[in-house]
């Protein structure tokens, strides 16, 4: 298994894309540290593109990944190996290597500029995000054949989880505007990574104060160990069982 | 004989006074004794030390000073000077603890209808209520220092009090910790100047039913819930800076049931909400900076002709927002930095009128849950549709010739 991790890493860091991705994310993240005058600002904007941009790439290189390598899992398969072992050193070398990218482009600014406690939650938010969506790339491409079918799908699921699935629940807050929906919503929440991971760090900064009685409820939850514990497993479940499925689905699949 | 000497005396010497020496060292060694044997118009000079005068009642024309501020204690138990005379002056003492209770609202110093009282230079910690007029008019409140550790509403009192009192000055007080820093009740023609309001429980300063009064260049820094004028009508505020009062139910300055009005030059920096406005009309806010609050103006449909002129607008959360579609109040000549226009003659001057009230604002305003969309992605893409093809938003709550460069203020 390590040694089909270290493959799978050499074979990423050597296509240059990730290396491309890290000095993007590099770039950015010091730009917006140099432009806003205040370090907690630029933290809010940083927040916007990682909620965007992370899940985006990480989703695409990933399922682009696994569909380019389907020669070299092929061969893999025709060794004395564990399909799930393939699946799953292909899922931890995508997974590590991108979060390495992750870590190395936002993490180092993150860590000169803004050192707090809402930066090291918005780095840990970010790296749970590359890996779901690496894991949720995984379970899209062993689903469909097709490449291009395929990306497409992939595509659709990142506009569903940022952008589709707000409006759901903002139809949702209409239709049941007469009822309180504060603790509903935290319940919501847990649907989507990328909603859980902002309201994590939103509720960690002081914007906080603005989103009133619903971010005073959300708090109540969040703020409290067992809130975050929750929020954590919450996230580690949208890991682990992507992951999962899509191994089972690839131990019965007819390459 | 002696009487007739007496009276002549006094026919001949009325405007002279005599200099009366309170201290352990001193022939009195109490300020009360010093103010039974004191005439009218006499200066009681207290030496350093502390005094437990139980409730020090002042029933005529003197002057009390203090020499490196005395400490006059109540022992948590009384009130420590009650002031019952005309033309009195009360300067340089530091009093400490008074008593608290729920039936009198024990002061450290309080006038009781009177006049021409002067309160200068004291220092005062741990009371219930700082310095209270009761029908006081015209005195003086200056370069006091107030401070009191308020754990709760209830359990404490206001830093300066003023109730049905008029034409008071008050000047460059430090007030921290109180209930509220400054509190007006039926109070007119008064001035509030160059006050430094800060860490009280819940507003640095509170005006209720007081009219034609001003406050100017004050700081009200880190207040439960900031500066509130409500029932009130013809106040000037001009100069102030309200920063950082900041929570969830906090505001720069509440604005509740207030009339013809003037708001200026004033900087309201990283509030919660700037200005929170509702039965608010003819107010006239002009030249002030708004920079890096929640939102900077909510203004509820219940206002009328409140005209917004040339303020500057700076990285704030929400620019403006309201509850309602009706729109009976102007906004001109501001500056927004969120205005994307364009200006082709180059008179300073925007070209298209900005509509500084947000889809989003406006859906939140109506969905207050939806604030768990707070910087998603779809609400910012919303925005964004909405100031291209405005739909949702109030028609007319508009700036029809925003500011290209931001005003120095």
């Keep these: 298994m390590k040694k089909i991790i270290k493959y799978v890493i050499i074979d990423i860091l050597r296509n240059k894309i990730v290396v491309a991705y890290t000095i993007f994310l590099l770039l950015l993240s010091f730009s917006i540290f140099n432009l806003e005058d205040n370090n907690a600002k630029g933290l809010l904007s940083l927040l916007n593109i990682v909620l965007i941009i992370v899940p ?89 054949r097709d490449k291009a079918k395929g990306i497409g799908v992939t595509i659709l699921l990142w506009l569903y989880f940022s952008l589709l699935f707000d409006g759901l629940v903002l139809f949702l807050l209409f239709q049941f505007a007469d009822y309180p929906m504060e603790k509903i919503m935290i319940g919501i929440s847990a649907f989507n990574p990328i909603d859980l991971s902002r309201i994590l760090v ?49 131990n019965r699949k007819d390459l | ?86 033309n009195v002056t009360i300067d340089g003492f530091l009093l400490q603890h008074t008593g608290v209770s729920s039936i009198t609202d024990f002061a450290a110093i309080k006038i009781y209808d009177r006049r021409y009282v002067t309160i200068i230079n004291n220092i005062i910690n741990d009371a219930f209520f700082g310095i209270y007029s009761q029908q006081g008019i015209n005195c003086l409140i200056q370069n006091n220092i107030l401070t009191a550790n308020a754990i709760e509403e209830q359990q404490s009192g206001n830093g300066i009090h003023c109730w049905r009192s008029d034409s008071m000055r008050i000047i460059a007080n430090t007030i921290s910790g109180h209930r509220d820093g400054i509190y007006f009740e039926f109070v007119t023609n008064s001035v509030i100047w160059r006050n430094n309001s800060f860490k009280n429980m819940r507003y640095g300063l509170h005006f209720m039913f007081s009219n034609d009064d001003a406050y100017i260049s004050n700081v009200f ?37 207030i009339n013809d009005s003037y708001i200026e030059n004033n900087r309201f920096e990283k509030n919660t909400m700037a200005i929170y406005a509702e039965g608010a009309n003819r107010i006239h806010i002009e030249k002030n900076v708004f920079k890096g609050n929640g939102w900077a103006l909510k203004i509820q449909a219940s206002c009328m002709d409140i005209q917004l002129i040339k303020n500057n607008f700076i990285g704030n959360s929400f620019d403006v927002g309201t509850n309602g579609s009706l729109v009976l109040n102007t906004f001109n000549n501001n500056y927004w930095d969120k205005y ?70």
Excluded at chain 1, 86 to 98: N, R, Y
Excluded at chain 1, 214 to 241: C, E, P, Q, R, S
């Design chain 2, 1 to 86: 004989m002696k009487g007739v000497i007496i009276i002549l005396c006094s026919c001949c010497f009325q405007a002279s006074a005599f200099n009366i020496h309170v201290g352990s060292l001193q022939q009195f060694k109490t300020i009360t004794a010093a103010v039974a044997a004191a005439t009218t118009g006499d200066t009681i000079i207290v030496d350093k030390g502390i005094y437990f005068e139980k409730n020090l009642v002042i029933n005529k024309q003197l002057v009390l000073k203090g020499i490196n501020h005395p400490v006059l204690d109540g022992e948590k138990k009384y009130e420590i000077i009650s002031i019952k005379s005309d």
């Design chain 1, 202 to 250: 939103l509720l960690k900064m002081d914007v906080s104060a603005l989103m009133g009685y619903t971010g005073a409820v959300f708090n109540d939850f969040f703020g409290k160990t067992y809130g975050m514990i929750i929020a954590v497993f919450v996230l580690a479940l949208w890991i682990a069982l992507p992951a999962w499925i899509s191994a089972r689905k690839f």
């Design chain 2, 221 to 257: 820094e880190n207040n439960g819930a900031g500066v509130s004028v409500m029932f009130s009508h013809s106040v000037k505020m001009f100069n102030n800076y309200f920063k950082e009062n900041w929570g969830d139910a906090a505001y720069g300055l509440l604005l509740k049931e």
């Design chain 1, 56 to 144: 985006l790439v990480s989703i695409l290189f990933a399922a682009i990944y696994v569909y380019n390598s389907a020669e070299f899992l092929e061969l893999l398969v025709s060794q004395p190996l564990k399909r799930k072992t393939i699946w799953l050193s292909i899922f931890a070398g995508l997974a590590f290597s991108l979060a390495l990218a992750f870590f190395i482009g936002v993490g180092i600014p993150v860590m000169l500029y803004e050192f707090s406690a809402t930066g090291i939650t918005m780095l840990i938010v970010g790296l749970f995000l590359t890996v779901i969506f690496v894991a949720i790339a995984l379970l899209a491409t062993v689903q469909t």
């Design chain 2, 340 to 409: 994307e226009g364009y200006d082709l003659n180059h008179d300073n001057l925007g070209d298209v009128p900005y509509r500084p009230v947000s889809l989003y604002s406006m859906i939140i305003e109506q969905n207050p849950p939806a604030m768990i969309l707070f910087h998603s992605f779809i609400t910012s893409l919303m925005d964004k549709t909405e100031k291209v093809i405005p739909s949702l938003t109030p028609e007319n709550l508009k700036d029809e010739h925003p500011l290209m460069k931001s005003l120095p203020l």
